[in-house]
């Protein structure tokens, strides 16, 4: 990337964090919280503490997740008090949505926190607020923070909270401010700029895969493409140069966390398909050396065998469960490219003449489409190896039964060689007393 211009900086500049926390293991049932379920909320804490934010220091008091141990004096999270405190409003809608902070008893609308600090490392008051919810199985965060006046492109670091937080599923970061001095031909140019202040380190392992337009503004989309969500740097940069975009964003706010919701829940299902396709090359790696074993066979002792038998089904135990998990995310990727779907009609239908949603299309056509094949072109490599699993089984247990056999015939063999033997050395005995009663006999007689 070329030098900042000098002249150019960024009116009002808002950065808000969508964040996406997993809150329960769907493997071990509806209920089971993830160990981690509260890792986004602690995080806020941390921030807080960070950037001496007394709200976000104070988060969980009042969110519905936490609640009070009068034993010593501390916030501890209680996820099942979620539900206990939705109003009757709420409860027909737990299923799908749920908003985290707890109501204000004299309006019982939902509501944002909104917080500013006096000023922050450039001298700058900060400001901004926190909304979190849950939705369906997974946490939800959105963390806004703001300058309420015209900054150096330098400063925008100060924005981005991703040093403290990083979610589990994944996350968002959406830059949205008006370029001062900037020609409309170098809007593109302007937004990379804007991309190497918030993210310096990273910046340049950064893509700009997709531009486009939305409610009237455009919009440019970064991605560095790893695979792990803790890895993955999703931006967007929102240029504020329409009178209708920021109305037409707060219509389709909801529709939007959704859409970078699912967006992030697919990313997540397919990196977590490709760590079950990892390990389930592993346990065939190690069958195929088995396999190899058997063909040229060593002597391998009876013990051995055993030992192989009972190691192989325990295997392809987990074999099967990784494809089985495989297929789960194969579905959890169905389910979320519906969603998808659904939010961007949304949008859409909000969305005005000249605007060009297809860097959103494109994550559906393309990305989406890539990672369902991907996993049946998986599966479909990996399924046979089932077959192989049984009928190694069988064969060690063919192995066992005819060593044990050779075994026992050995055995037996001995046994008669030794009971033989025996009854050699007994007749030899027997032979030796007479000889000697004989030989005692004759001499007395004498």
Not at 108 to 122: G, V
Not at 369 to 381: A, E, G, M
Request: with cysteine; hydrophobic share 30%; net charge negative.
């Amino acid at each position: 990337m070329n030098q900042t211009p000098t002249p150019w900086k960024a009116h009002n500049p808002t950065l808000t964090l969508y964040a996406f926390q997993l809150r329960q293991d769907i493997s071990k049932g509806n209920q089971q919280m993830m160990d981690n379920a509260d890792q986004l909320w602690e995080q806020c804490v941390a921030l807080g503490e960070q950037r001496n934010i007394q709200l976000l220091k104070s988060l969980k008091t009042e969110l519905r997740c936490y609640t009070y141990d009068s034993k010593d004096s501390q916030y501890h999270y209680n996820p099942t008090n979620e539900d206990q405190e939705a109003t009757p409003e709420e409860k027909p809608y737990l299923d799908d949505s749920l908003e985290l902070l707890r109501k204000d008893p004299q309006s019982d609308q939902a509501r944002q926190l909104r917080f500013h600090s006096d000023s922050d490392k450039n001298g700058l008051p900060l400001m901004g607020e926190v909304y979190p919810l849950r939705i369906h199985d997974t946490y939800a965060l959105d963390l806004t923070l703001r300058y309420r006046e015209t900054v150096e492109l330098a400063q925008l670091s100060q924005l981005n909270p991703t040093d403290q937080i990083q979610a589990s599923i994944g996350q968002t970061l959406l830059l949205f401010a008006k370029p001062v001095n900037v020609e409309e031909s170098a809007y593109e140019d302007f937004a990379n700029h804007c991309v190497a202040a918030l993210v310096k380190e990273t910046a340049d392992y950064l893509q700009l895969p997709a531009t486009g337009q939305l409610f009237g503004s455009p919009i440019f989309e970064y991605d560095n493409d790893k695979e792990t969500p803790r890895e993955r740097c999703h931006i967007l940069v929102w240029l504020n140069s329409h009178p209708e975009t920021l109305s037409k964003t707060v219509e389709a706010y909801h529709s939007l966390l959704n859409l970078l919701g699912c967006r992030s829940k697919i990313l997540y299902a397919y990196s977590q398909s490709r760590h079950c396709h990892d390990q389930a090359l592993e346990l065939y790696r190690e069958l195929e050396q088995k396999v190899e074993q058997l063909v040229q066979p060593p002597e391998e002792t009876l013990e051995e065998l055993n030992q192989w038998l009972k190691e192989i089904p325990q295997r392809a135990f987990h074999y099967a469960k990784y494809l089985r998990d495989m297929e789960d995310h194969s579905t959890a990727i169905t389910t979320n490219i519906q969603n998808y779907r659904s939010s961007l009609e949304n949008i859409k239908a909000l969305s005005l003449p000249n605007d060009d949603l297809g860097f959103l299309q494109i994550f559906l056509d393309r990305t989406c489409n890539q990672c369902q094949t991907q996993i049946q072109v998986d599966l479909n490599y990996l399924r046979p190896t089932q077959h192989l699993f049984e009928q190694m089984t069988a064969t060690i247990r063919g192995m066992i039964e005819v060593k044990q056999a050779e075994s026992d015939r050995k055995l037996q063999k001995t046994l008669q060689a030794n009971e033989a033997a025996a009854q050699k050395r007994e007749c030899d005995s027997l032979t030796r007393n007479l000889t000697l009663q004989r030989l005692r006999g004759i001499s007395r007689k004498a």
